[in-house]
């Protein structure tokens, strides 16, 4: 389970309490050492040798026990304790350990502070781990619990030829604290050592990839042509580039690569006189990675190099750049220039420490030894007697390797807050007693619910997507997330488009995005174009149709999520040209149907007229003409409504086939790839966004629920083996055994259109990805399909992501902690009918399970609580709690049961009563108070409907 704060790198905590999985360093790993989408078939297990370089350092802790005359010490991990119990509830997971040996039970509490609503006191690079030991035996014992870490600071550089520094670790008292070691490095400059002279570039700054004179390129023979083209389907050129001969005149030859781990089909190698004396392979990441060879012992011969690349552009290719001679010493400024030069810190919290002087030890690199310093606490405890000990571990590496469009070496926002390690640790424990309490009561509120527990699980966890390296955020104020881990960069619109939950949970991060990339232009290093076009990728790509609908839809949301309407009145102009931009782009005659080429997240361009796609432009924009009206801008707010509506009329008139809605062909364009006749599960994404941000029914009902059930009976199956036998392209995120919802299926025949464009896009269509299904599976539940949501959600979290078998908390599609699998909170909104308009001061409820009975946490702009309803003979309560924060309100809705009527409504505040006006619509219920309330933390409001 990731244990890291919100956008500070990626740390595990394993079943067992074992700390694991260190992506904190900046290094991003080299070839072969991270996963993608081969995460799902083949998931990560700390306990496999070969998964060692999911990067692991010497930490740990430990528990020595002294009674009747003897004394016994375990490691708190599998390796020393017998009987070990995990319980993950992101943000916090609890382990318990007993073992026969000890007479003492230890209990771990560990999480990074994590509190909704208030992102700054979230983003600690932190964890908190707290022990809490009890003798369980009925005489006095003697207990010490030991913590211990390794200095890994230039734990990658340190790999790198002639590189050398000096580790430091300083073991101090901090007076009313407790105690600390903190874990810094230097540079170290030997007496001998030479001095660096200038890099040569062997190109002359032209990466090879780019139209170049200077690179001689031809082309492979046929023969290999052949079995690079079967290894992966879709090569268009195979390659080899060669430079001039140029004389070694440095000891070193490097240069950086990135995609392209094909043994045969994607290689840097280096000749001497026709002869290779050194070759490796592309590293296969998404970012550029160092590769070196060593020439020491040719200087002064001619040699050149030589790229052999299985295509030119496209998915599996190699990227090379910045390649140069260059000796292999480090100065001091480049070693603190590295990635993953920094600090990290070990605090022990003890009060009633004893003061004593601070001591260093040190440690030069190169050196097969690590630096490793303990802290220990030593405590008596009578029988039955428990005792906490608490310790904070904190790292600082300022410095990612994210490109941004710039050069690498984007500064993290704790960069800006934080000096280093052990000043984090200083601000965390100077705020920790409310950092502990808001982070645990937030996790008591959201599993005080009436909820499957299985449920609360799946819709929430995926929020520690946040705290992997999926997520960055910036020092200045700029988040990115990559699609998966290290996979596409910059905030994909098109993927990131599929959540809600950050404007809900953490607004800042999205309203960042809004206001410094997406409606910022191009030439102000944003991402608008001229037209109100948004590239779907910020500083490189062109425009998704989706994903440009999904910023308008994901704008409106932060608006209904904020106190007041500032959001959009600053960003008003903005959005109005994106969604022109859109409208001009797809639909230049108004008629609500988008035409021409439409990219989109399938990573292709489609073109006809595609439910999915024109009815997700026409919720944009019903979005777009609501945040018009609340500007007074009513005559933009009724052209779109106009195009909205006679978009929705072509669709539910001539896209819907009796039992689903469809594509139709553009006969212009006869080879665009598509679903066509097929049933695809993002045909109604549009819907439920609809309803995510209280737009309600933006197309037919009756044949969106028809749709759905067709879905449901042609795309889930409890087991994807039979289908996947027959469509066998495609990538595996549900295995045979495993039941899921498969993208696109062919109840009328059709399936040769999968033939058309790109076999590895087309193949998607065979594919049970996790943020499409939560897409149509929560609409499922907003739209009088409950039972067949829950089945789906039950069959991810108990099947596909049952522990036992995979990471519950890693969701892999294109790269690990996939960024759309955040929709799955989108389930929970859903299962409550939760609607919510800030700056109107408007909350309700619909609770779509267990009516009679329900009870649910929530999030509004400025509080989170809980909701609750009865149903009690003729009468039903409502009952709304502020846990945390404040709550202003001015109406209220709540739905009967089918044929309920209500005659009146009684309504207070902590027993104190309240005036409003009650109306009914249907099942709807309307409460419209005569005095608006601003409820603070601790109080209660209490409807009762009659």
């Known amino acids: 389970m990731p244990i890291g704060g919100l956008c500070s790198g990626q740390l595990y905590l394993g079943g067992d309490g074992k700390l694991w999985f260190w992506d904190i360093f900046n290094l991003n790993y080299r070839k072969f050492q991270i996963k993608g989408v081969d995460a799902y078939e083949f998931p990560y297990k700390r306990s496999h040798p070969e998964e060692a370089n999911a990067r692991m350092i010497e930490q740990g802790f430990s528990i020595k026990v002294q009674f009747n005359g003897k004394s016994v010490e375990k490691t708190l991990d599998c390796d020393g304790i017998k009987d070990i119990r995990f319980l993950g509830q992101y943000p916090l997971g609890e382990v318990w350990y007993q073992d026969p040996e000890l007479p003492v039970d230890v209990k771990l509490e560990a999480y990074s502070p994590f509190i909704p609503l208030e992102l700054k006191r979230s983003l600690y690079p932190a964890t908190v781990l707290t022990f809490k030991v009890k003798n369980s035996s009925d005489q006095e014992v003697e207990a010490e619990l030991s913590g211990w870490l390794e200095n890994a600071v230039l734990t990658g550089s340190r790999e790198l030829t002639g590189f050398s520094a000096s580790l430091q670790n300083d073991v101090s008292v901090i007076a009313g604290v407790g105690k600390r070691v903190h874990c810094s490095a230097e540079p170290r400059i030997a007496a001998s050592q030479p001095v660096r002279r200038k890099d040569i570039a062997v190109v002359k700054g032209e990466d090879y990839h780019k139209k170049s004179t200077y690179w001689t390129v031809t082309e492979i023979d046929a023969a290999t042509v052949a079995t690079l083209l079967t290894e992966l389907g879709d090569a268009k050129t195979v390659t080899k580039h060669a430079t001039p001969e140029f004389k070694i005149e440095r000891p070193l030859i490097s240069c950086t690569v990135r995609g392209g781990n094909h043994d045969e089909g994607t290689i840097v190698r280096i000749l001497v006189d026709g002869k290779v004396i050194a070759s490796e392979v592309g590293t296969g990441t998404l970012s550029y990675q160092l590769m070196e060879f060593d020439v020491s012992a040719y200087e002064g011969r001619q040699a050149t ?429 549900a295995m045979p055994g495993e039941g899921g919802l498969i993208a696109c299926t062919w109840p009328y025949g059709g399936s040769d259109v999968l033939k058309k464009g790109a076999s590895t896009y087309a193949a998607y269509n065979n594919e049970c990805q996790n943020g499409y299904e939560y897409a149509a599976t929560s609409l499922m539940m907003w739209h009088g399909m409950p039972y067949h949501a829950l089945a789906h959600m039950w069959y991810m979290h108990n099947d596909r992501y049952h522990g036992a078998v995979r990471n519950p908390w890693c969701e892999v599609e294109w790269g690990m902690h996939y960024s759309r699998s955040m929709a799955s909170y989108g389930h929970f909104t859903a299962v409550s009918g939760f609607e919510y308009h800030g700056p109107k001061g408007h909350i309700g409820f619909a609770p779509q399970i267990t009516p009679e009975k329900f009870k649910s946490a929530f999030t509004s702009a400025e509080a989170w609580g809980s909701f609750e309803q009865r149903r009690q003979g003729n009468t039903q309560i409502e009952k709304i709690t502020v846990v945390h924060g404040t709550l202003q309100l001015k109406t209220l809705a709540f739905e009967l049961p089918e044929h309920g009527k209500t005659k009146g409504a009684t309504i207070t505040l902590d027993g104190e009563p309240l005036e409003g006006a009650m109306t009914q619509n249907e099942q709807q219920v309307l409460i419209k108070l005569n005095q608006p309330i601003r409820m603070k933390t601790g109080q209660s409001l209490k409807i009762e409907l009659r």
């Open 305 to 733: 190099i030589e790229v052999i690349n299985l295509r030119l552009f496209g998915w599996g290719g190699m990227y090379i750049s910045d390649i140069k001679q260059r000796d292999n010493v480090y100065t001091p400024g480049m070693v603190r220039k590295m990635p993953d030069y920094g600090t990290m810190s070990l605090t022990l919290m003890d009060s009633d420490v004893i003061p004593e002087a601070a001591t260093s030890f040190k440690l030069d690199l190169p050196s097969e030894e690590s630096l490793v310093s303990t802290l220990s606490k030593s405590m008596k405890l009578a029988p039955q007697e428990e005792k906490t000990v608490t310790f904070i571990l904190t790292w600082h590496f300022p410095k990612t390797l994210v490109q941004r469009g710039k050069p690498y070496g984007v500064p993290r926002y704790y960069s800006k807050v934080f000096e280093d390690a052990s000043a984090v640790s200083d601000a965390l424990i100077a705020d920790f007693d409310e950092l502990d309490r808001l982070t645990k009561l937030w996790v008591d509120n959201w599993y005080n619910s009436t909820l499957p527990y299985w449920f609360l699980d799946r819709t929430f966890l995926n929020m520690s997507t946040l705290a992997t390296s999926t997520a960055n955020y910036f020092a200045d104020g700029i988040f990115m997330g990559w699609e998966g881990a290290y996979h596409s960069p910059g905030t994909t619109t098109h993927v990131w488009g599929y959540i809600q939950a950050i404007a809900m949970l953490f607004p800042e991060l999205e309203i960042s995005l809004r206001e410094k990339v997406d409606f910022k232009l191009i030439s102000e290093d944003g991402g608008m174009m001229e037209d109100g076009m948004i590239r779907f990728r910020w500083w490189h790509k062109g425009p998704a149709v989706d994903g440009q609908a999904g910023i308008i839809l994901r704008s409106y949301m932060i608006h209904r999520s904020a106190k007041d309407d500032s959001f959009l009145r600053r960003n008003y102009a903005g959005i109005k040209k994106a969604m022109q931009g859109l409208t001009e782009f797809g639909d230049a005659d108004h008629d609500g149907i988008l035409t021409g080429a439409q990219h989109n997240t399938l990573d292709a361009a489609w073109y006809g007229k595609i439910t999915w796609l024109s009815l997700h432009y026409t919720t944009a924009l019903r979005a777009a003409a609501e945040m018009a009206d609340e500007m007074g801008d009513h005559d933009y707010a009724s052209f779109c409504r106009t195009i909205a509506d006679k978009g929705r009329c072509y669709i539910e008139d001539h896209l819907f086939n009796g039992e689903y809605f469809f594509q139709e062909a553009d006969p212009d364009h006869p080879d665009s790839p598509g679903t066509y006749n097929g049933l695809e599960y993002s045909q109604l994404l549009g819907q439920s966004w609809a309803y995510q941000v209280g737009l309600g029914e933006v197309v037919d009902p009756d044949k969106a629920r028809t749709a759905l059930e067709s879905m449901w009976r042609y795309n889930f199956t409890t087991d994807v083996g039979p289908y996947r036998k027959k469509f066998e392209d495609g990538r595996w995120f």
